[in-house]
């Protein structure tokens, strides 16, 4: 068998395999990022060996479509985050930055770590994973948009107070057009300002449009995520994004450790002991800390799981942790539910035809 890593561009794709069994170098080979190219590639990795799985540098705007390419030819493909390559490549007696060094590093980066999850062809989680991206650029957006008018209208007068968050709210844009409006000077500054109040408004009402969206995308996606206490719209939509197919995990385990909130083992004698865990998809840890933070505000259950976790001797942030794995393990179960209802579904108007 052989490990095909891959080093994805926009204009190129360079690929180096290696034997699994050794880590011995194979064969090398890079091609234009095009379908032609993908196409040779494939072909190039059938000629070498029957078996084979291709890990590709998960930089998923570049190399998406690449994975879809693969998959939709019945490849069997990993994602390697970019951070255990690097690891990879600092291990190496070889220094250097190219294209074939940072393929080998991936390639040796799935050889170190052979239980990274599988790549699954996109569905509705790969929708639902564009629009959240999509809503946060607009709010980083909106915000550098916002921090500019406060200076213009910090200078235009001192006096002038805008609380924290007012710029989200369309009361408080509808009072600073006015205003700007109604000021006797009317200066470059002004006009600068009023321009940046019409952008605010815009961005806001696109990004309520979109969480709206999303709202009802996961109403029919994984309503049942939005059942869990602490799990908002665009907690559930991070949440479905991010794991991108819960069948790429066998088990809560190997989710928990992904989403890094699977304590790491920080033991050398006869004493037991965990450390924090700073690995994993730190967007999915967050998610995970969102809905902990609000069941230990809110909901009775998980207030006194904390509670029995502190009487055993564990600090309060020792103790969210535990909350925030076992979270994981009720967001796997979660997710397996929505996936065998979906499934269901499928069956059941599959045969619908044939009873009627």
Not at 3 to 8: E, F, K, N, Q, Y
Not at 138 to 154: D, G, K, P, S
Not at 195 to 206: G, N
Not at 314 to 323: I, S, Y
Request: aromatic share 4%; hydrophobic share 40%.
């Amino acid at each position: 068998m052989i490990v095909i890593g891959i080093d994805p561009h926009m204009r190129t794709h360079t690929a180096v395999a290696l034997e699994r069994a050794t880590g011995e170098l194979v064969a090398e080979r890079t091609v234009a990022a095009r379908e032609s190219g993908r196409g040779e590639l494939v072909a190039w990795g059938r000629s070498l060996d029957a078996e084979r799985v291709w890990a590709l540098e998960d930089c998923r705007h570049v190399s998406g479509s690449l994975e879809r390419f693969l998959l939709a030819r019945g490849e069997r493909v990993v994602r390697v985050p970019p951070k255990l390559m690097a690891q990879a490549r600092k291990g190496v007696r070889t220094r250097g930055k190219s294209d074939a060094i940072d393929a080998l590093a991936v390639a040796r980066a799935f050889l170190r770590e052979p239980e990274l999850p599988a790549a699954f062809l996109a569905g509705p989680e790969r929708e639902i994973r564009l629009l959240a991206d999509h809503r946060e650029d607009l709010v980083a957006e909106r915000t550098r948009i916002q921090n500019r008018l406060r200076w213009h209208l910090h200078d235009l007068d001192l006096e002038l107070e805008v609380p924290p968050g007012a710029l989200d709210r369309y009361r408080w844009l509808d009072r600073l057009q006015a205003w700007l409006c109604g000021r006797d000077e009317k200066s470059v500054q002004v006009e600068i300002a009023s321009e940046l109040v019409a952008r605010c408004r815009e961005l806001t009402r696109r990004i309520n449009e979109l969480e709206q969206e999303l709202e009802a995308v996961l109403g029919r996606e994984a309503a049942e995520l939005l059942e869990l206490v602490g799990c908002g719209t665009l907690t559930a939509a991070k949440l479905v994004g991010e794991v991108a197919g819960v069948e790429r995990f066998a088990g809560d385990a190997k989710l928990a450790k992904h989403t890094g909130t699977a304590p790491l083992q920080a033991s050398s004698g006869e004493r037991q002991r965990h450390r924090l865990n700073r690995s994993g998809n730190r967007q999915l840890n967050c998610a995970l800390h969102r809905i902990a933070v609000t069941q230990a505000r809110i909901h009775p259950p998980a207030r006194a799981y904390l509670e029995r976790k502190q009487a055993e001797g564990k600090t309060r942030r020792e103790a969210l942790r535990c909350l925030k794995r076992h979270l994981a393990r009720t967001v796997y179960r979660t997710l397996k539910e929505i996936e065998r209802r979906k499934m269901t579904s499928t069956s059941a108007s599959a045969l619908e035809p044939a009873l009627t």
